[in-house]
C-alpha cells in the first residue's frame, strides 16, 4: 500500500482570538500578536501581554524569516512508501522567545540542521492558510538557535 495525495492535515479551530493567525497567509505574510505598549511579540494569541500585562495587543507582520531551532524527521509507519515529513520548531527573526512548530518543505532530511535559515511559506486548506517554512537559497546555517 501506498500513500497518494496531499497529506492528512488536522486544521485549527478558529475563533476570534485566533483568525488574523490563520488567514494572515492569505496575502502572504505572517502575522503575531504585538503589544502596543512594550513591543513584545505574542504567540499563541492571548487577551493580555504575558510580558507587561496591557492588553494593547493588535496583529503586526513580521518578515517571515526564521532559524530552525529544533527538527525530527517522522515516516509513517503505516504507509512505508510514504515520503518523510520534516517537523520544525522554528523561532522567528524579530524575538527569539516566538517559536513555531511547522513543516520544514523543498529539504531533504538529510539536508536538515540546527541553525538553518528559513522562511515562510503557506498552504492554504478550506479556509485557513498553515504556515510551513523551507530553507532561503544560499544562506548559510547560523549557531544563534544551538544556544
Known sequence: ??????????????????????????????????????????????????????????????????VVHSYTVNMQQWFPDAEPYIIGLVTIAEQDDVRLTTNIIDTEADDMAIGMEVEVDFVEAEDVWLPVFRPVAGAAVTNAAAS
Open 1 to 66: 500500500m501506498t500513500a497518494s495525495g496531499p497529506p492528512f492535515r488536522l486544521l485549527p479551530r478558529v475563533d476570534d482570538s485566533n483568525r488574523f493567525y490563520w488567514t494572515s497567509g492569505a496575502d502572504g505574510h505572517l502575522r503575531f500578536q504585538r503589544c502596543g505598549d512594550c513591543r513584545h511579540y505574542v504567540h499563541p494569541p492571548a487577551p493580555r501581554c504575558p510580558y507587561c500585562l496591557a492588553d494593547a495587543l493588535a496583529p503586526e507582520a513580521v518578515s517571515g524569516r526564521g
